[in-house]
Nanobody, 122 residues
């Protein structure tokens, strides 16, 4: 599966952004999808995940502010980010696996697509 993340930008604290991740090359609807981020000097982390059936999971740091969704007809997964904080500043990536649980094991991913930079100013 090839992935392309987009939608990042510069936003003031309290603002919103919607990220998109377009997938191609396989049967998108069969795959669980995850949004990750990597802030400067920090490890990459999973912030939101969605199963093939639409069940969602979030990191505690983004619960109530971020919403992950998917449109299987468009082979796209979204991350709606509201009430953004300066600590949300990071490069955001998407990735995928057939098994939802494996999204938490970042070490097993062989490759990462190009991320999209989100900068939140205070």
């Amino acid at each position: 599966v090839q992935l392309q993340a987009s939608g990042g930008g510069l936003v003031q604290a309290g603002g919103s952004l919607r990220l998109s991740c377009a997938a191609s090359g396989s049967t998108f609807s069969n795959y669980a999808m995850g949004w990750y981020r990597q802030a400067p000097g920090k490890q990459r982390e999973l912030v939101a995940a969605i199963s093939s059936g639409g069940n969602t999971n979030y990191a505690d740091s983004v619960k109530g502010r971020f919403t992950i969704s998917r449109d299987n007809a468009k082979n796209t997964v979204y991350l709606q980010m509201n009430s953004l904080k300066p600590e949300d500043t990071a490069v955001y990536y998407c990735n995928t696996d057939l098994l939802l649980l494996r999204l938490w094991d970042l070490s097993h991913f062989g490759s990462w697509g190009q991320g999209t930079l989100v900068t939140v100013s205070s």
